[in-house]
Every structure is written in C-alpha cells, then in structure tokens.
C-alpha cells in the first residue's frame, strides 16, 4: 500500500460520451495539454478503435503529451486492442485499458455469452495487450453488481496474465459508499495475487454518489487510483467529478492520509474549457468550480469571512485557479502580447492561418468590448468560426429587426461549402427569426433539443454571450457552441457549428458506461 493515489481522467473517453459532447481532434489535444498543464496522472484519450477520428485523436495526444500516462480504451478482443497499442506507439509511457461486462445481465443480455466464454477472453485479452505494452489495466464492467466469486476468478487470472492495474466500475451508478468500499476490501483480501496490481474505481453518479463512493473505495477498499472527469462530466448522470475529489482529498488529508500531484490551481482553468468546448455548462452552485463555489451572500456569513476567511471558507478560492480571472488583453495589445496569452493558457492553434483568424477576431472583440477577461479568449479559440477554413457551414453576416409591436425579422448570410447563402425570416424574437431563416434554405430537419445562453464574464452587461445550441437528426446528438457580445449572433454561430458536426458525420462504436 501507497500513499500516493494516482488520479485517472476519462474527460477525453468517458466524458465524450455525453450526447452532443463529442469533440474534435484539436479540441481533444488542447483539453489534453491542460490536463498536463493539471498533472493528472493518466489521461484517457479515447477508444482508438471506434473510428478513425477518435484513432487519430488518440495518436495525436500519445505524440505530443509527456508528463502523463496517454491511455485508450479496448474491448477484450485482439482487433480494439491492435489498434490501441497502434494509435499509442509515439507515447513516452503509454497504457491499454481493456475490458469485458462479468455481471450476469450484461453477459446474458448484452454479450450473450456464457461466463466461462467471458472468462477465457478476459484473460486472453490481458495476454495478448500484455505482449504489447507493459501497463495494461483491466476493467469488468458493471463489475459491482457481478457475482463476487466469478469476479474473483476473473481478476486473479487476469493479474496472472499481467494486468497492472484492475479498475471495479460501478458502470450504473448503483452502489452507496460503504457497500462499494467494503465490496472492493472483499475482493482484495480475496484475491492471493492482488497485491501485484494497483486497484481502482470508476464510480458513474446516478444516484450523486459518485464522488462519495469513489472516496470509499480508496478509503475502505485500498484503491489508489480514482478514474474522474473534469466538471464530472459524462453520459446520464455523468462521472466522479475530478475536482471535487481532488479537493476533498487535499482539504481533508487528516482523513485520507494521502499525497497527489495535481496542480490544483489548473482546476478552474480546465473547467472552463471542458464546459467551453463541450457546451456543457458548469451549473452556478457547483462545488469548487460553480461561479457561487466562494460567493457569500448571507450577511452573517460575509461578516464572519470578512472576520477570518476560515470561518465559512475551508478551501481558498486562489488555491483552485479562480484568481486567475483577470483582465489581460485589449483593442491596443498586439499579435504578440496575443500569442503569448495563447501560450499561457495552453491553446496552441496548428498553423499561422489559424493564429491570424484568432487575432484577427480578437482585434474585433476588443473594438467592442473594453475588456478582455481570459474566458474571453478561451471561447474565441473555441469558436469553430476561427478554423472556418476547416467548416463546411460558416457565418458571414446577419441582420435582424425588433421593436415593440412589431413581429422580429432576420436577415443571414451565410456560407455552405464554397456558396454564400442569404436567407430571412420572421419568428418570435430575433434569435428564432435568425435559425428560421438559416433552416428555410438548409431544410435540414433537425429536432432543437436545447437552446441556453450563458454569460462568459460577470458583472457587465459588456460580456460576451456564450450559447449553446443541442440539436438531434437521424439519432445523432449533437452542441453547437457561439460565442458574441451579439446574443442573436452567438445563437446563429452555435447552430452553423451544430451542423457542422452532424455534417462530419462520425460514426463511433459505444464504449463502456
């Protein structure tokens, strides 16, 4: 036993999953410098095997990312972890995570297998991974509600076989906190070889235990090693939230005993960009990275922390990057100054094209906001306009009309391809008058399933609006983000970019839960 707890990010796997969440390659290797930039231990980059985008997503962070384990996900089958060993070759410490359903539903409804069946290719996949890369970890899905002696057959064969590292979903979000705990001690004292392998957990957070029961499993089953997601991001209910396990375990060391490398002043900045480039937005009172996560608004309270900070607060806002919120650029700064903040933010874009589109919007920003805050920035980057080259659907212009009394009209221009198309319509305020005239000429049939506005910066109606617009067609989901001072402009940037997306059409293989 460690004292050390190794911390285990699946943002770039398990958070994709997310409906509408899927990323690009660019977007996934910047997410993955931040993480560096975060020192987590292992990042999960994705499941090469699942599409050629996601294989060269993969291969992408393997090539570029040092600091960390580049980990890809595999099916316990030659073929998924052929391709992972493949997309992990320029990696400097590389990991396979294979895995396989044990639970008696999974294997009878899902797999249609016999346990035996699932037995034989457990520990052949742990063989056959383990003669091409030295750490390999191995998951039994929906693990907690397996049978515990078919789960301890399973894993002490496959630690023989060479599985370094044995994860215990509990895929569902099933289980509570001493149960999960005890179910993991049990397994290990159980099991004669299983402290030749370092032992996890992957908690999903149906029941909003996640993070409750990840911490169990550390504290009362001996894992050292938490497999979580930035803003606990991730299908359904989502994942363990990396933040707030990273904080409960820094904030209360007298309990957990337990040392981590992460930098924890990264966290906020990783959260914006997570929430930035998924569209997912990160709920106000959320813990460590809500924008009310330090805001004292009873009078008692803000009289205590103006007293002592510690009366109300046991963590410092400072400590988890939000002193980073600043002003840092504006109208008079220049391409280098630009640059240099891209750098310290972590964004690297590919080419000088990409850089002087970025700037040049930048240059547009600052003509009519003051004020350029480094959130600002991030969802300047993370405009799918800037790499507009790249996008098949793109913004060119818009005008609308609105006044009281009168019905809101649009007028868009906006290009397909190497076309430009003009369209207008009415509707029932402006941003409804803007997607109805872009729909009237695409007639492309998508189902809204979710439309918010979200502010970037605080404390001025000056802020820039971020919007996030969900659409579903043919059984895809997918976010469009845009970002403008320009409410109804944003709405028409994260439509186009929507589509965009549903244009690529990437077909992805589902994963584990």
């Given at each position: 036993?460690?004292?050390?707890?190794?911390?285990?990010?699946?943002?770039?796997?398990?958070?994709?999953?997310?409906?509408?969440a899927?990323?690009?390659?660019?977007?996934?290797?910047?997410?993955?410098?931040?993480?560096?930039?975060?020192?987590?231990?292992?990042?999960?980059?994705?499941?090469?095997a699942?599409?050629?985008?996601?294989?060269?997503a993969?291969?992408?962070?393997?090539?570029?990312?040092?600091?960390?384990?580049?980990?890809?996900?595999a099916?316990?089958?030659?073929?998924?972890i052929?391709?992972a060993?493949?997309?992990?070759?320029?990696?400097?410490?590389?990991?396979?995570h294979t895995?396989?359903?044990?639970?008696?539903l999974h294997?009878?409804?899902?797999l249609?297998?016999?346990?035996d069946?699932?037995?034989e290719?457990a520990k052949?996949a742990?063989?056959?991974?383990r003669?091409?890369?030295?750490?390999?970890?191995?998951?039994?899905e929906?693990?907690?509600?397996?049978?515990?002696?078919?789960?301890c057959?399973?894993?002490?064969?496959?630690?023989?076989?060479?599985?370094?590292?044995?994860?215990?979903?509990?895929?569902?979000?099933?289980?509570?906190?001493?149960?999960?705990?005890?179910?993991?001690?049990?397994?290990?004292?159980?099991?004669?070889?299983?402290?030749?392998?370092?032992?996890?957990?992957?908690?999903?957070?149906?029941?909003?235990?996640?993070?409750?029961?990840?911490?169990?499993?550390?504290?009362?089953?001996?894992?050292?090693?938490?497999?979580?997601?930035i803003?606990?991001?991730?299908?359904?209910?989502?994942?363990?939230?990396?933040?707030e396990v990273?904080?409960?375990?820094?904030?209360?060391?007298?309990?957990f005993?337990?040392?981590?490398?992460?930098?924890?002043?990264?966290?906020?900045?990783?959260?914006?960009?997570?929430?930035?480039?998924?569209?997912?937005?990160v709920?106000?009172?959320?813990?460590?990275v809500?924008?009310?996560?330090?805001?004292?608004?009873?009078?008692?309270?803000?009289?205590?922390?103006?007293?002592?900070?510690?009366?109300?607060?046991?963590?410092?806002?400072?400590?988890?990057?939000?002193?980073?919120?600043?002003?840092?650029?504006?109208?008079?700064?220049?391409?280098?100054?630009?640059?240099?903040?891209l750098?310290?933010?972590?964004?690297?874009?590919?080419s000088?094209a990409?850089?002087?589109?970025?700037?040049?919007?930048?240059?547009?920003?600052?003509?009519?906001k003051?004020?350029?805050?480094?959130?600002d920035?991030?969802?300047?980057?993370?405009?799918?306009?800037?790499?507009?080259?790249?996008e098949h659907?793109?913004?060119?212009?818009?005008?609308?009309r609105?006044e009281?009394?009168?019905?809101?009209?649009?007028s868009?221009?906006?290009?397909?391809?190497?076309?430009e198309?003009?369209?207008?319509?009415d509707?029932?305020?402006?941003?409804?008058?803007s997607l109805?005239?872009i729909?009237?000429?695409?007639?492309?049939?998508?189902?809204?399933?979710l439309?918010?506005?979200n502010?970037i910066?605080?404390?001025?109606?000056?802020?820039?609006?971020?919007?996030?617009?969900?659409?579903?067609?043919?059984?895809r989901?997918?976010n469009?983000?845009g970002?403008?001072?320009?409410i109804?402009?944003?709405?028409?940037?994260?439509?186009?970019?929507?589509?965009n997306k549903?244009?690529?059409?990437?077909?992805?293989?589902?994963?584990?839960?």
């Amino acid at each position: 036993m460690t004292d050390k707890l190794i911390i285990f990010d699946t943002t770039l796997r398990d958070g994709e999953q997310s409906p509408g969440a899927s990323m690009t390659k660019d977007e996934k290797l910047r997410i993955a410098r931040q993480l560096e930039r975060l020192r987590v231990d292992v990042i999960e980059a994705g499941f090469a095997a699942s599409s050629n985008g996601d294989f060269e997503a993969v291969k992408s962070i393997a090539d570029h990312i040092k600091d960390a384990t580049v980990c890809s996900l595999a099916r316990a089958n030659d073929r998924d972890i052929g391709r992972a060993a493949e997309a992990l070759k320029g990696a400097a410490r590389s990991r396979i995570h294979t895995f396989i359903a044990t639970s008696a539903l999974h294997m009878e409804k899902k797999l249609r297998m016999t346990p035996d069946q699932v037995f034989e290719q457990a520990k052949l996949a742990v063989r056959f991974a383990r003669n091409l890369c030295d750490d390999i970890e191995f998951s039994p899905e929906d693990g907690y509600r397996s049978d515990p002696d078919f789960l301890c057959r399973v894993l002490e064969t496959v630690i023989a076989e060479g599985a370094t590292t044995l994860n215990i979903p509990d895929t569902v979000g099933y289980a509570v906190p001493e149960l999960y705990g005890e179910f993991i001690r049990t397994l290990r004292e159980r099991i004669p070889n299983s402290d030749k392998a370092i032992w996890s957990v992957h908690c999903h957070n149906d029941l909003g235990m996640a993070v409750a029961n990840s911490l169990a499993g550390v504290k009362l089953g001996g894992a050292r090693q938490i497999e979580c997601t930035i803003n606990g991001l991730g299908e359904r209910a989502g994942n363990c939230a990396l933040e707030e396990v990273v904080m409960a375990l820094r904030t209360r060391r007298d309990y957990f005993g337990l040392t981590l490398g992460i930098d924890a002043t990264q966290i906020v900045p990783a959260s914006r960009m997570v929430s930035q480039t998924t569209g997912f937005v990160v709920q106000p009172n959320k813990a460590v990275v809500g924008a009310n996560a330090f805001a004292h608004a009873s009078g008692i309270h803000q009289d205590g922390v103006l007293k002592a900070r510690d009366t109300y607060e046991i963590m410092r806002a400072e400590d988890v990057g939000w002193a980073a919120n600043k002003i840092v650029l504006g109208k008079l700064s220049g391409r280098n100054a630009f640059k240099q903040r891209l750098q310290e933010l972590a964004i690297e874009l590919e080419s000088e094209a990409e850089i002087n589109a970025a700037f040049a919007r930048f240059k547009d920003l600052a003509d009519r906001k003051s004020e350029i805050f480094d959130e600002d920035i991030l969802a300047l980057v993370s405009d799918e306009s800037v790499t507009a080259v790249r996008e098949h659907y793109r913004l060119v212009s818009l005008s609308q009309r609105s006044e009281t009394g009168e019905r809101p009209f649009a007028s868009v221009v906006f290009a397909a391809g190497e076309q430009e198309h003009r369209a207008e319509s009415d509707g029932n305020g402006p941003v409804d008058a803007s997607l109805k005239a872009i729909e009237s000429k695409l007639q492309t049939g998508v189902e809204m399933l979710l439309y918010s506005v979200n502010a970037i910066t605080s404390g001025s109606t000056e802020s820039q609006g971020e919007v996030t617009v969900r659409l579903q067609h043919s059984g895809r989901v997918v976010n469009g983000v845009g970002s403008d001072p320009d409410i109804v402009v944003a709405s028409a940037k994260a439509y186009l970019a929507a589509l965009n997306k549903l244009h690529s059409n990437v077909d992805r293989v589902a994963a584990q839960g």
